[in-house]
């Protein structure tokens, strides 16, 4: 694929490549079913992907219908497994209108062991589903039928009325009706509870703590942690994490199998391996599980009156394809769990601001999938399932993290190679130094090879096209791309480049930034193939598999087949990067720039409407009288850890007066018990490694020596000088001593629970709760005042769904990222591990969206048993958000002239570049005296005017702030 240099945003342009991709894909998944269905056993997978991957656009356009029919088999498909059974039922009278073969065998078979049914059920067509259960059972799916989200309380413990055969009923909605599966449960593997996604969490609690106690900063670390704990969960022989790539074809990033099976980490398959179809369905049901491939399928019975086909693209039961189990046997996988990794779009023009509902939250796409295979038929019950479900949401929240890490180290990456090539060029006024000199542009993306044709000369880098060919290549550019100021491409072949064989294995794929119309930047990369690894056994190529047995090592060949005249894609931030590299070019190379004018400039720092020291003055006046008028405890130290600042409040918390307490050392004022964490933050924060939310203790003094120490909850801020140094560290504190004694009472059961949650007292935060099984059962006035939800309005409501959720809850989050964080400091507490001061958010009744901290404390009841779980919600006092609001504003003003200092510098370095070559060129000339004596004087201004412009270095000014 090729493009040329568009107006566009670069996030539009991924976006309009990917649904392009998207597409194509779909028409040739179409047609490899087609040929699998017609061809039966002369189907060749190798050889048809490498046919369509050579067949032109135009060919696969009129495949509409054959794509549509393909599409319905895979979504309206009338068979399911056979280690459960299927009803559907009518959305108001709950009467069945599907159901499998194998329901009225499973779900109404009388047993000699439950006293004899004077009218034992009937299943059929119209037969009620409340009829086939016990009262108890047909009561909880009755509740669950009436909830909104019908899926909320899956599972749904039931029991059948003929046999008493125990069976999870898990629901979900489809188009026109209610589909519900029923899979037999074992009570001595897993306790019949109807406290399922508690029960679940349970299980996966111990592998969700592993992976949240990672460093961060490793992709590779946090894929081979998870694909460890669902190996150890689950007891599969091999869990992979399968990554897709921008292309849509798929990669082993990390594996775990037990001892003697093949390794596949590091093999690449075709797109086509996992069809788009099949990706959709991932997005809607994220675990999917596969039992036992030679497993006949179960047929399900429609209502012949229906008015539409049911479907069952919700359904675990839901059969697989044949070609996916024919391509399982191949290699020998028997069984299969696998779930889906839903990340955030990585779309720039798509950002919102943190205060903006759930629905307008970035997309979501496939990032990837956990791969569980076994060599026999092996079924995973429904609690174990969901268990692994919940721990690739948490793993998915963490690639979110590592996706913001790396986006922010590799544009912080290009943002200073651009400034070190630009100070070279600017020093130089001349291309070369950029491909002479080191850095060069090779470093500024990656890249195998670069060249710079400039003045009908050629220079190249690394691995590059020979001068004859680069000097092809720009002749092909200006008669096939003229109107283009760049291209980019990954394969030169499908660019239609005519000489793109000859160029052999070196160089396939290309980026262009043009200077002018003869002088052109090149950078160049070398074919996917070499840069793919064989991660087990060495791809030995007189191993002749049979191409029509569709396998790992056959697709791992097809993708070599279908890449080897293909490049890595050039991502938009690289794009971006060379577009910027680009414009300063032309500046230097031009030697003039287009004047912007004096008002222009005024304009644009005038738009600061900063008064410099005296708006300085007065920020810092400002936060000097926050600080010491604030609610909130306040204190400071120098470089030595004596006390030079105590506010009034840390005063009145304390009893240790300010004239007291100034000049004292910090380690003095604390408890013994926090002498070590308090040492730990002054000296992290005295190194520039500022923390927050720590907790520790203060002594008490005069009359308050007998209340016991103050507990606080601290952040440290490092306190710099015009030099940057560090001297000193600023602490700023929540007072959580009459919280930790509210949180003591609850916790040990003392006193009466009512009277505390309902008490008018400010002191009293805001408190919620919910019992062993979810439900909400506390909701104070606090919270009230506070959300704006009334306390008959949220209890008997489930906490996790429907008062906070993501989409249809009383209290919106921000995203899924947020409710899956809420799930697990919940579910946390309810299995004994509590969390204090968690960051959290949501939207209340008016749609003010509200941050605060959460402690999540466990409830017990006197035997010591867990029965529920009490939240706290801490908000800043009025005064410290004032104090951030202006800290907020002081930092958005610093980067505004920030922009100032760079858009000024670029303003000046242009013409100077200019000017420099001028004299360069006159230098060369016949010159008196006199004229040699103002060049000389022209330079050392120069020289002059560079060191100024040099401490305005955007780059500079950056590493400070």
Not at 72 to 88: D, E, N, V, W, Y
Not at 279 to 303: G, Q, S, T, W, Y
Not at 322 to 328: D, I, P
Request: charged letters at 25%.
């Amino acid at each position: 694929m090729s493009s040329s240099r568009a107006a566009s945003s670069s996030s539009s342009r991924n976006r309009q490549s990917t649904q392009e991709r998207v597409l194509a894909q779909t028409t040739l998944d179409a047609e490899l079913n087609a040929e699998f269905e017609e061809s039966s056993d002369s189907f060749d997978y190798s050889k048809l992907v490498e046919a369509q991957r050579d067949t032109p656009t135009v060919l696969q356009e009129g495949r509409s219908e054959k794509v549509i029919a393909y599409l319905q088999h895979i979504q309206r498909g009338k068979m399911i497994q056979s280690f459960g059974c299927l009803l559907a039922l009518d959305e108001k009278s709950f009467n069945v209108i599907a159901f499998s073969e194998n329901a009225p065998e499973m779900l109404t078979t009388v047993s000699h062991a439950v006293p004899s049914v004077d009218d034992p059920p009937r299943l059929d067509i119209g037969t009620n589903v409340r009829s086939l259960f016990t009262d108890q059972g047909a009561a909880a799916l009755h509740k669950a039928l009436g909830f909104a989200d019908v899926s909320l309380l899956n599972p749904i413990l039931v029991q059948c009325k003929t046999s008493g055969k125990p069976f999870y009923a898990i629901v979900h909605r489809a188009t026109g009706c209610l589909v519900v599966d029923f899979e037999p449960v074992n009570p001595t593997e897993f306790p019949a509870t109807a406290a399922g996604a508690l029960q679940s969490y349970k299980l996966a609690a111990k592998a969700i703590s592993k992976i949240q106690a990672l460093p961060g900063g490793s992709m590779e670390l946090l894929c081979n942690t998870v694909v460890k704990e669902v190996f150890d969960l689950t007891g599969y022989d091999r869990v992979m994490a399968y990554k897709f790539h921008e292309d849509n074809h798929g990669e082993v990033f990390a594996e775990i199998t037990k001892p003697g099976l093949e390794p596949y980490l590091g093999l690449h398959y075709p797109a086509t391996d996992i069809p788009q179809a099949a990706r959709f369905l991932f997005m809607k049901n994220k675990v999917r599980l596969i039992c036992d491939v030679r497993a006949r399928p179960i047929k399900v019975i429609e209502d012949e009156a229906l008015p539409f086909d049911i479907s069952l693209c919700g359904s675990a039961l839901r059969a697989a394809h044949s070609c996916h189990l024919q391509y399982m046997e191949n290699m020998n996988s028997i069984a299969s769990l696998v779930m889906a990794v839903v990340v955030n779009e990585n779309e720039e023009d798509d950002e919102v601001g943190s205060e903006q509902p759930a629905q307008q939250q970035k997309k979501k796409i496939l990032w990837g999938l956990i791969v569980c295979h076994h060599e026999s038929p092996r079924y995973v019950p429904f609690p174990l399932r969901y268990a692994c479900e919940f721990l690739a949401q948490v793993f998915a929240v963490h690639v979110n993290k590592e996706f913001e890490v790396q986006k922010q180290l590799r544009e912080k990456s290009i943002l200073r190679m651009q400034t070190i090539l630009s100070d070279m060029l600017f020093k130089e006024a001349s291309p070369l130094t950029i491909v002479s000199g080191a850095p060069n542009i090779m470093d500024l993306i990656k890249c195998d090879g670069a060249a710079l044709l400039y003045g009908g000369k050629v220079w190249r880098l690394g691995t590059a096209p020979t001068e004859s060919q680069i000097r092809d290549l720009a002749l092909w550019l200006s008669e096939v791309h003229m109107d283009s100021t760049g291209l980019s491409t990954e394969s030169l072949h499908d660019a239609g480049y005519p000489g793109a064989s000859a160029l052999g294995d070196t160089v396939c794929g290309m980026a262009v930034a043009k200077i002018n119309s003869s002088d052109i930047l090149f950078w160049f990369r070398s074919p996917t193939a070499k840069e793919i690894r064989w991660g087990g056994a060495k791809n030995d190529p007189s191993d002749m598999d049979d191409s029509r047995r569709m396998h790992p090592r056959l697709s791992f060949k097809a993708f070599l087949e279908v890449v080897k005249m293909k490049s890595l894609a050039w991502t938009d931030s690289e794009m971006d990067a060379i577009h910027s590299l680009q414009l300063i070019l032309r500046g230097a190379v031009d030697g003039v720039v287009k004047p912007t004018g004096k008002a222009s400039l005024d304009e644009q720092i005038g738009d600061l409407k900063l008064d410099g020291l005296a708006e300085l003055q007065a920020v810092t006046s400002e936060m000097v009288r926050l600080m010491e008028t604030a609610t909130v405890p306040i204190l400071a130290v120098d470089g030595n850890g004596l006390v030079n600042g105590w506010n009034q409040k840390a005063a009145e918390l304390t009893g240790l007066r300010v004239d007291d307490a100034i000049g004292r050392h910090i380690l003095t004022l604390v408890e013994e018990s926090s002498v070590s964490v308090v040492q730990r933050m002054l000296y992290l924060a005295l190194q520039g490694k500022e923390e927050k939310e720590v907790r520790f203790e203060v002594k008490t003094h005069g009359p308050k020596r007998d209340d016991g120490p103050v507990i606080l909850v601290v952040n440290a801020c490092a306190s710099r000088d015009l030099h940057d140094d560090v001297v000193g560290v600023c602490f700023v504190a929540q007072d959580m001593t009459v919280h930790k004694l509210v949180m003591d009472k609850f916790t040990r059961v003392e006193g009466d629970y009512m009277a505390i949650i309902h008490n008018p007292n400010p002191l009293i935060p805001p408190i919620f709760g919910a019992d062993e099984s979810g439900w909400c059962c506390e909701w104070n006035a606090a919270m009230t005042k506070l959300t704006g939800w009334h306390r008959e309005e949220v209890l008997d409501k489930m906490l996790l769904g429907e008062v906070f959720d993501s989409r249809n809850a009383s209290c919106l989050l921000k995203n899924k990222d947020a409710f899956v964080s809420l799930c697990v400091v919940i579910n946390s507490a309810l299995a004994g591990e509590e969390t204090e001061k968690a960051p959290f958010g949501f939207f209340d009744r008016s749609g003010k969206y509200t941050e605060c901290l959460l402690s999540v404390n466990r409830r017990q009841n006197e035997g010591g048993l867990i029965t529920g779980v009490f939240c706290f919600i801490h908000i800043p006092s009025h005064e410290l958000q004032q104090a951030l609001q202006v800290q907020q504003a002081s930092e958005q003003k610093s980067l505004k002239r920030l922009k100032a200092f760079s858009y000024m510098r670029h303003a000046i370095n242009n013409p100077l570049s200019g000017m420099l070559y001028s004299r360069k060129a006159l230098k060369n000339t016949d010159l008196n005296e006199e004229q040699m004596r103002q060049i000389h004087v022209a330079d050392n201004c120069h020289h002059q005017l560079n060191k100024i412009l040099a401490d305005l270095d955007q780059h500079n000014i950056m590493e400070k702030i």
